[in-house]
């Protein structure tokens, strides 16, 4: 599952790079870690 957690926050780096809303960045991660 590890992995898996990893490989959706590359696809998620990926897709938000050079985002400049960091702020909704981090927020989009804590939803991912609920």
């Known amino acids: 599952s590890a992995e ?3 490989a959706k926050i590359k696809a ?3 897709q938000f790079r ?3 809303n960091v ?3 981090l927020y989009r991660l804590t ?3 609920t």
């Open 23 to 25: 702020e909704f960045f």
């Open 12 to 14: 998620f780096r990926a």
């Open 4 to 6: 898996s957690f990893n």
């Open 18 to 20: 050079g985002v400049k």
């Open 31 to 33: 939803t991912i870690f």
